[in-house]
């Protein structure tokens, strides 16, 4: 296999993938900046309330995971993507023009709903056109579309609040979305069959690499059998905590860096993009060693140790040393994101691609139900206690519990390292 086969897929799929989730993740992260700029004021939100509607998101997001993905398994990521993106794009114009709290409600929560089969179809996506010794490198470049947006977006939305207020963020914001999905659809096929940019030979030697890796995979009948395995539970509850770090963070970060300084909006959305450049650098490497070495879970679980130490030391400072506060937060923010790659790796390699795709909605929706938890919790505490320390603690402990069940989760039983597929080879050349 020759490696020009290697760096066209790398070129051509992976900016486009990274771009849809950028875009998926700049119209759910903007909330917290809408949060610190006045948003509860000016539509008369109490504090509890505001880490509801904040939370909302993530129960739509909970709820349609798993039939969007077989939807995407079955049928087509691409014109599943193509109207989720009009559809989240609408949605989040539509929050800047809210009135009244059942509407914005009502928005966030059918934001949930349209983005929650993105992660998922476009797992599904990446395993179509990448091969096992590759997919930890291609996760975190659709993952990436996370810690990249919000570090651009911190400083954008920072500019547009104090510029032209929260409304003309969210539809500002939006539109990109719905302008994406035109692109989107001219430029996806959801199989390396479909493609004219590939010669016969590259899409057979790809076909015979990722059916090679089918063969050396345990058959599983249906999605009952794969849902009840201990290793797909054990996932389940591990993202969940690992989510309640994240996302308590993600929502939060703008609204405990304005509570804890004199900063304004714009210095405020300086400092929370520092901690995604950080991450971003710790995915790249993560990411690189984990399929150079093919190792998944020694890639997890240190790193989400390391976030659970950075938050408790965090918390034992309390607010009196903003700043040593503040470099904790930054390696919180890195350490967390650093596993992604590795993590949803481990799916495809543990289940066959029949049952894959539904495996990763099913342990995505838990993040998302840990997501709610965590955005809501972080948000309640903050309010009840009028300092982030109780929810510092409260991250801490939800990564401890994210450790403990990474490292219960048996790796795979496979034959899989005995069989050489035609592009293993030249996995190395992607990037």
Known sequence: MNSSLAMRRWWTIMPIVFITYSLAYLDRANYGFASAAGINQDLGISKGLSSLIGALFFLGYFFFQIPGAIYAERRSVKKLVFWSLILWGGCAALTGIVSNVPSLMAIRFMLGVVEAAVMPAMLIFISNWFTKHERSRANTFLILGNPVTVLWMSVVSGYLVHSFGWRHMFIAEGVPAVLWAVCWWFLVKDKPAQVSWLSRDEKDALDAALRAEQAAIKPVRNYSEAFRSPAVIKLCAQYFCWSIGVYGFVLWLPSILKNGSTLGMVETGWLSALPYLAATIAMLAVSWASDKLDRRKVFV??????????????????????????????????????????????????????????????????????????????????????????????????????????????????????????????????H
């Not at 809501?376 to 409260?394: H, R």
């Open 301 to 430: 679980w240190p790193f989400l140790l390391l976030g659970a130490i950075a938050f408790a030391a965090s918390y034992a400072l309390g607010s009196t040393h903003f700043w040593l506060s503040y470099a904790l937060l930054v390696i919180a923010g890195a350490a967390m994101y650093a596993p992604y790659g590795p993590f949803f790796a481990i799916v495809p390699e543990l289940l066959p691609k029949n049952v894959a795709g539904g495996a990763m909605a099913l342990i995505n929706s838990m993040g998302a139900l840990g997501s709610f938890v965590g955005s809501y919790m972080v948000g309640y505490l903050n309010g009840a206690t009028g300092s982030p320390a109780a929810s510092y603690a409260f991250m801490s402990v939800a990564l401890v519990a994210a450790v403990i069940f990474t490292l219960a989760v048996k790796p795979q039983q496979s034959t899989a390292r005995t069989l050489t597929p035609p592009l293993q080879a030249k996995h190395g050349e992607g």
